[in-house]
């Protein structure tokens, strides 16, 4: 079936250090991915998104990458911030049309 | 533009209770969806609609109804609340397949 797999639940950070959240996905005909931030008490905030047919897209400190070959897409945060703790949720769209996510990696900044 | 607001933020029923939660948006978007968050379960669509006067089934309707009777309003409604839906439950709305999904604030629902 369709599914969005995690690599890591948690993540923690050193407040400067790069980030990089990693998502593994299974159906390849989506042709789709996002990334959402969450943070405590709130909805899902819109980060970046990537098209099947771009390998990289990059946006203000952050960066999508997406592996097709081996079904795997990364965010990474170039000097992260405190502001930057919440939790991360990958998702691709489904073959509904609709949008499948990822369990959420929680990233932790360190000050 | 106040984007996506969900009504209440916070509610507890008692087991076979019913409810409706209230979703709005004024971005006069064709699509809307209902979502539940769980604890380690990530977001599972219960819901969504194309626009308005339809509505179609997602991951997990079981237990659930809704309606589509105005584009800017999409109702979720629980018959007889169990334990079992015990949630946070997020509404979103978006331009068609593919877009960014804006997603409201959020409802705390505990069932007792």
Redesign the interface.
Known sequence: GENVGLHLPTLSVQEGDNSIINCAYSNSASDYFIWYKQESGKGPQFIIDIRSNMDKRQGQRVTVLLNKTVKHLSLQIAATQPGDSAVYFCAMGGSQGNLIFGKGTKLSVKP | NAG?TQTPKFRVLKTGQSMTLLCAQDMNHEYM?WYRQDP??????IH?SVGEGTT?K??VPDGYNVSRLKKQNFLLGLESAAPSQTSVY?C?SSYP??Y???????TRLTVT
């Open positions: 996506v969806y380690g379960m990530g977001l599972r669509l969504y179609a997602g991951e997020f979103a397949w593919g960014e999904q804006y997603f409201g604030p959020g």
